[in-house]
Structure formats: structure tokens, C-alpha cells
């Protein structure tokens, strides 16, 4: 899944903490019986400009995650927080593959080692049904990362590195 990151309010809009989608989005995986997220309560306040959007947004927390998925796929550890303990994995520069065992079968999921949503055929049917605007639905094995720059570079740009 990707997010627009325009600037006019769409049904879905991400934020520098998450998701928010507006009460159409929410009804919308209601009513499709989307699992993998949880309802969040936000307040939203409009710039003038913005006074006559539709501002009725919730926080749409994505829970279901994919589990030893950098393991499963042989992604290489690129960085290592020594503070927080993050990591940063190698993305695939094109085409993802989703293996089962990884899967824990819910509907949106959240691949933490490359940083990505993924949903399911069921969740993009019920997302592209409602016409949900802000989300875009690229099929994985035609995902591609436009920020790759190669293995190497990646490495020069972090700076390097914690081995496992
Ligand atoms: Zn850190």
C-alpha cells in the first residue's frame, strides 16, 4: 500500500505517527470485514483554508505484522540502532515476495524490516470497491523501491554497521 503524500485531504492520509482515515475509510473496513487494524481516537483541527474539508477522521492503526519476515526472505541487516535497537534491512530494489509462513493472516499487516503495509486481494477489493482516496495498490511482485541506489551505496550512506 502506498500513501499519497499530496496535501489535500484524501480518505486516507498518513501522518509523521500513522494512518488516519476518514469515517468513509472506517466504514469501509467495517462493512468489508478487513482485519490487521484498529480504530484510534484523533481530533483534527482545519486550517482556515481547510474549513470546509471533511475533517471526521479516526486513526487507523495498523496491528497485523508479518513475522520473521527479514530471516524468511534472506533480507541482509544493513543498520543497527545502538540506542533504540532499530534496524534497517536491505529493501529488494524490485519485486517483494510474501511467504505464508510469515503471514498472520490478517488483512493489513505491517512488514516492519521494510517498512511497508501490505494488504491482501480481499483488502484491495474492499479498498479499491469504496473508491478510498490517499492509497495507492501495487502488486507485490511489481513493487519497486524508487529510492534504491544499490547495496553499496545504501551501506556508505548508513554509514555502517553492527554485524548480526
Ligand atoms: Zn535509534
Not at 15 to 23: E, H, I, K
Request: charged letters at 25%.
Amino acid at each position: 500500500m502506498k500513501f499519497s503524500r499530496k496535501r489535500e485531504l484524501a480518505d486516507l492520509v498518513p501522518t509523521a505517527f500513522g494512518l488516519l482515515g476518514r469515517a468513509k475509510a472506517i466504514d469501509c473496513l467495517l462493512a468489508s470485514e478487513i482485519s490487521g487494524w484498529r480504530q484510534g481516537r484523533v481530533d483534527v483541527t482545519a486550517v482556515p483554508k481547510l474549513a470546509t474539508a471533511a475533517l471526521d477522521y479516526s486513526e487507523i492503526v495498523v496491528v497485523g505484522q508479518a513475522q520473521n519476515y527479514a530471516h524468511e526472505v534472506g533480507l541482509e541487516l544493513l543498520f543497527a540502532c545502538p540506542e533504540c535497537g532499530r534496524k534497517r534491512f536491505e529493501r529488494p530494489d524490485h519485486g517483494l515476495v510474501m511467504p505464508a509462513v510469515c503471514w498472520d493472516k490478517t488483512d493489513l499487516f505491517w512488514v516492519y524490516e521494510i517498512s511497508l503495509t501490505f494488504a491482501t486481494e480481499h483488502a484491495r477489493q474492499a479498498i479499491e470497491g469504496c473508491k478510498l482516496t490517499g492509497v495507492r495498490l501495487t502488486p507485490i511482485a511489481e513493487w519497486h523501491d524508487p529510492l534504491y541506489m544499490g547495496k553499496e551505496a545504501e551501506r556508505r550512506k548508513r554509514g555502517i554497521l553492527i554485524s548480526e
